[in-house]
C-alpha cells in the first residue's frame, strides 16, 4: 500500500524559508520520479517540482524555479523541498506525489504572511 506523509509546513513571514519532507513507503522509491504539487481552495492544484529517480534530475514550476529545490535520499525514501524567499503567493497545501501513480499525502499547509 502505497503511504505518502508529507511535513514541515507552517507559518513563514515573506521572504522566510521551510524545508518541506514526504516520508514514503509502500513502492520502489529510489526507482520513481516524484513530484511535489501545490493547491489553493477553490483552485487547481499547481506543479511545483520534479525531481528524477536515479540522477536527481529536477523540474519546477515558473512561478519558484530559482527559489524551491527538490531534493531526494533514496536510503530514507524521503523527498525534500526547501522554500526559499517565501512570497505570500505561495501559500498552499504542498502535496508529493509518485510520478505515474494516483497516490497523494494529507498535504502540508504553508502559509506566508507578516
Known amino acids: 500500500q502505497v503511504r505518502l506523509v508529507e511535513s514541515g509546513g507552517g507559518l513563514v513571514q515573506p521572504g522566510g524559508s521551510l524545508t518541506l519532507s514526504c516520508a514514503t513507503s509502500?513502492?520502489?522509491?529510489?526507482?520513481?520520479?516524484m513530484k511535489w504539487y501545490r493547491q489553493v481552495p477553490g483552485k487547481q492544484r499547481e506543479f511545483v517540482a520534479h525531481?528524477?529517480?536515479?540522477?536527481?534530475?529536477?523540474y519546477y514550476g515558473a512561478s519558484v524555479r530559482g527559489r524551491f529545490t527538490a531534493t531526494r535520499d533514496n536510503a530514507r525514501n524521503t523527498m525534500y523541498l526547501q522554500m526559499k524567499d517565501l512570497k505570500p503567493e505561495d501559500t498552499a497545501v504542498y502535496y508529493c506525489?509518485?510520478?505515474?501513480?494516483?497516490?497523494w499525502g494529507q498535504g502540508t499547509q504553508v502559509t506566508v504572511s507578516s
Open positions: 525531481i528524477s529517480a536515479v540522477l536527481s534530475t529536477t
Open positions: 509502500g513502492f520502489k522509491f529510489s526507482s520513481t520520479d
Open positions: 506525489t509518485p510520478n505515474g501513480l494516483d497516490a
